[in-house]
């Protein structure tokens, strides 16, 4: 089974994340997928809170930033 993408997570993932054209981005935990539902649909919506869970989904800065840079090359 996949682990959950959440930076230092060791948790089964279960809820995949999927980007607008349908291509998957982070794969979370119940527990993750739950905070970073929060952080979005949370009122009022706070951007450092839900960039820091995006960030975290998707495995840490390190590794965000890295294939963020592979994209754009």
Avoid: R
């Avoid at 998957?24 to 951007?47: G, R, T, V």
Wanted: glycine share 4%; with cysteine.
């Amino acid at each position: 089974m996949e682990k959950c993408t959440w930076k230092e997570c060791d948790n089964n993932a279960e809820t995949p994340q999927l980007d607008k054209n349908g291509k998957q981005w982070a794969n979370l935990c119940s527990e993750h997928n739950k905070m970073l539902n929060d952080a979005i649909d949370k009122e009022p919506f706070n951007p450092k809170k839900m960039l820091q869970c995006w960030v975290k989904a998707s495995g840490g800065a390190s590794k965000m930033s890295e294939e963020l840079c592979q994209k754009l090359n």
